[in-house]
């Protein structure tokens, strides 16, 4: 979903892009249909995807067509009066404007109030006399005018209301230019008696500061230099278009809250009373601040409607404004809105999303979640889209809206592996669930000493993935990864170990990436891989590191008896990439191969290639390996084939393909072949190649552009490594290649 949705966490609502690892957020139990905290496991940024909105009781949710919401299901195929409901988690993309889907009524959050920043009222000040220069401080609240005032230390109900009066027609201004003192003013005119009277209340009890009533006929004014100070730390700036509010806001208590509202609806809302309902409406020019409203409205329980624009006529000029509408039970406002107070209606009946076409849902509902009909599915613009995993219910609020982790694998996949008896987790709960299988494997094929990058990773390694596959088990689908650097000066050691046994198959991916900072990062990850008597293993990565990463990894792999290796290598960021998986084909009949991508740009190098050693007869190696280089990036195939004594009609198939798209760039081959055996068979091709001349004609001739064309031919150039990814894999990588060609990354 879109980096800017506003997820509710235990101290109040962050974007989604901000959300860390270890934080917690509220989560549906899906059996209390309680809403509870738990624990973010890890954020993920998915690159730019299409977008769509989603429109439902008043909650807006800009999220991608995978992602998942919990719906409520009808099914009265007995043709009984009533039939029976149950809940299920779809995707957007099977969701129509006849489903009901979950939605957050109110956020168990009791809260705290806001303890504001201190603020020194000292001033100092420099003078001269017959004896030099000299400094004086002086406390601004002991001067004579300002010695009764209160200087609040934390929010309270009546600081929250003037806060949201503010929002609406509060603004602070200068006396004048000379003096350049500042006045706070409420533009409440005589005719809302109740309001200018409670502002004075407020401010007596606040400040113990007595607001005059004046000669204005239309404001009251706040004269206070100290008093302003304090309102302007609380967040009381901005103009109308530019006023916002503060995310603590979020985790004051109920009360507090409501009051910010109440005061927001006595500067820019109205009462409205028809035959059926009373509601509320909050007009504003600001929307990104009608939105923030909107959700702590949602967060204190009380019903809203969607935001809607309008078009008004002022000095001669139009304008668009936008409109809020509060509805349901406005009981809970009536202490904290003098406007509420003065014209709610209360009615018996009022809609609390606890049912499904008058048919009640007392069994799939509660004060913390129901279900409303959704409104509106609208196809938007590509965005930047994240996602989190949250441990535990796998499901977190957003915008009021109740989304599973698009993540995590589904309740049914997990299932099956677990019948299957496959382990997929983490590396850290495999050394605690799994300690005899990971002492068995874990080192004895890279061990510490093998290079300085093992040392390393062997020393501070964290996180990683482990994979074990049973006897005879069939993996039908990838098991996926994803690994990110989040800090930059950064270094990221994931341990992955994978174990297949005899006669199974498997299908692991890895994605990485990371955000561009200033300063380098360091990826040294290592892979150990065991196949054993007729297993196969499929490690396929699509590596899209920023462009200050250096990515030095090891990857190694022991081939038993008839066993079958790939690895699928797809290289296009980082600064510097050092990487050649290799296979150790040690029983007899095993096979490797590599397919290898690298895409090196400006400033980079991808130093990429293989390692096929051949111990056992009738083993057979591939390496096909495809560069790319441009505006002065570098690329090398660095490969070795071993044939030891003994490993008789062995065969071996190396070809390294390179195209140079400029004359800048540089491509270079470093292959390395030790045959120690008489009876083997061993081929190796190399070309280089630029884009064609003719090629591009005929392109162009097509009716395509010359961008256009000049990433056709690459991505064709490609196609032999490409057609062997999944699918969402391989136009995800020719959207990265495209990006490439037109300079956009990098």
Known sequence: MAGDSLIFTHTGVIQMKDIQPGMYVYSLNELSKKLEKQKVKALVNKGVQQVYKLLVAGRELDCTENHPFLTLNYDNKMKKKRGNFSTQWKYLSELTLDDYIAIAKSIPHTGKSYTIPHISFKRIYTGKNQYGTFTHSSNVLDRKNNRHLLIPTNSSESLMWLFGLYLGDGYITLTSKKKKNEVLSFAIPKTQPNIRKRIQRSFKEVFNYSVSEGSEQFRLRIYSQPIITQCKALGFIGNARTKALPLWVFDLPTSEKLACIGGYIDSDGYMRNGNKNSDINITSINKALLKSVKLLIISCGLRVAGIHSFTYTRASKKTIGYRLQITGDLSPLMMHSEKVMKGFQPRKYYQSYNSHHKSPLTSHTSEHMGFAQIKEIKKLEEKTVYDIEVEGHHNFVANGIIVHN?????????????????????????????????????????????????????????????????????????????FRINAERFGQFERTLIIAEEGSDVHYVEGCTAPIYTTESLHAAVVEIFVKKDAHVRYTTVQNWSTNIYNLVTKRTDCGEKGFMEWIDCNIGSAVT?????????????????????????????????????????????????????????????????????????????????????????????????????????????????????????????????????????????????????????????????????????
């Open 406 to 482: 698009s993540e995590v694998v589904y309740e049914s996949v997990t299932k099956e592996l677990t019948k299957q008896g496959v382990i997929f987790c983490d590396m850290d709960t495999a050394l605690r669930e799994h300690e005899e299988i990971v002492k068995e494997y874990f080192g004895t094929l890279i061990p510490p000493h093998d290079n300085k990058f093992a040392a390393l990773n062997s020393s501070v390694w964290s996180g990683g993935s482990f994979v074990y596959v049973p006897k005879g088990a069939k993996v039908t689908l990838p098991l996926q990864a994803y």
């Open 578 to 746: 050092m990487k050649y998986p290799s296979v150790y084909l040690r029983g007899e009949g095993a096979r490797g191969e590599v397919l290898s991508i690298a895409f090196a740009g400006r400033g980079q190098t991808q130093d990429a290639g293989a390692k096929m050693l051949h111990f056992a007869p009738n083993t057979s190696s591939r390496i096909v390996s495809k560069s790319i280089s441009k505006e002065g990036g570098r690329t090398s195939y660095r490969g070795l084939v071993q044939i030891s004594p003994g490993a008789t009609n062995s065969s071996v198939y190396v070809s390294c393909d390179a195209l140079i798209l400029d004359e800048e760039s540089r491509s270079d081959t470093y292959p390395v072949m030790k045959i120690k055996e008489n009876e083997v068979e061993i081929q190796h091709e190399a070309t280089v190649e630029k884009l064609g001349d003719e090629k591009l004609f005929y392109l162009m001739s097509r009716g395509l552009s010359r961008p256009d064309a000049e990433s056709a031919l690459v991505l064709g150039f490609m196609e032999p490594v490409t057609k062997e990814i999944p699918l969402e894999y391989t136009v995800e990588l020719n959207r990265l290649i495209r990006l490439e060609m037109e300079g956009s990354v990098g």
